[in-house]
């Protein structure tokens, strides 16, 4: 493990009514640094049509707090090193897209042509360690300037614990908060959305000793609840021109969790992919 100490998870009950809804929060305008986020949300959900109650869930797009928080890299300023001169020979990518993969990586997974599969320092594994060229121009982008990246949030679980504990003051209500990104997985087509940062809601669910329909008692069975709500959310946000950064969930009940979104992070020891 390198070192590493595998984080226990925080796995609390959860259910699902006979009827989960997804909505869009309408609204919200394009993000730039120094935006308040929190105080967007509570703007547009005032002004929307559903209020939060108990138990929903906000889930919010990487990319929109990326911007918040100024995550954005001007290309033309960086300087790659040796390291990200011979991967990006390997790879085929812009040199100083590389050199800032590996400021945000713990160590290169895979490497090939047109691929490059690393392990972020917030535990997840994926292609470019999370860099974002899409709609990543910045307003204050000067014509001499760029081509410009964004990285992923510095700290997405503690960025989800600030927007939680915004909104409940707002609206008076117990939350839950994910921030979401898009990954590829192993042996799968695509991308879904996957559970960057969380707070006040579990990361998983276990029914490791519940029986089945016939009796059997559950041996194995982990439900990684943060993923799958992430991944209904960005069905329904979308990927390209929608503009639809943020969404409600409602139909969940679950008890308080103090619960990240590390935990759903295979530890390295056990990881036979990375």
């Not at 409600?248 to 020891?269: H, K």
Request: glycine fraction near 8%.
């Amino acid at each position: 493990m390198n070192g590493e100490v595998a984080q226990q998870p925080t796995i609390t009950a959860v259910s699902c009514a006979l009827e989960l809804t997804f909505r869009v929060i309408e609204g919200l305008p394009r993000i730039a640094p120094g935006d308040d986020l929190g105080r967007l949300l509570c703007h547009a959900l005032e002004a929307g049509p559903v209020r939060p109650r108990d138990c929903d869930v906000v889930v919010v797009t990487s990319k929109i707090v990326a911007k918040a928080e100024n995550r954005y890299v001007d290309l033309s300023t960086v300087e790659p090193s040796e390291r990200a001169l011979e991967l990006a020979v390997r790879v085929d990518k812009d040199p100083r897209a590389v050199e800032v993969m590996l400021w945000d990586s713990e160590r290169v997974s895979r490497a090939a042509p047109s691929i490059l599969i690393m392990r972020h320092h917030g535990g997840h594994v994926s292609a470019n360690a999370g860099l974002d060229q899409s709609n990543a121009l910045p307003a204050h982008a000067g014509p001499d300037s760029g081509p410009w990246v964004l990285r992923l949030p510095q700290d997405p679980d503690a960025s989800a614990a600030a927007l939680r504990e915004q909104l409940e003051r707002a609206f008076g209500v117990r939350l839950g908060v994910i921030i979401s990104d898009s990954f590829g997985r192993p042996f799968r087509q695509g991308s879904v959305g996957a559970a960057l940062g969380l707070s006040g809601l579990p990361a998983l669910h276990d029914q490791r000793g519940d029986r089945d329909l016939d009796g059997r008692t559950l041996e194995h069975t982990i439900t990684a609840t943060a993923d799958q709500l992430a991944a209904a959310a960005d069905l329904l946000c979308g990927q390209a021109a929608e503009g639809r950064a943020a969404a409600l969930v409602r139909g969940l009940r679950f008890a308080p969790s103090s619960a990240n979104a590390r935990e759903l992070c295979r530890p390295a020891d056990g990881d036979l992919y990375l």
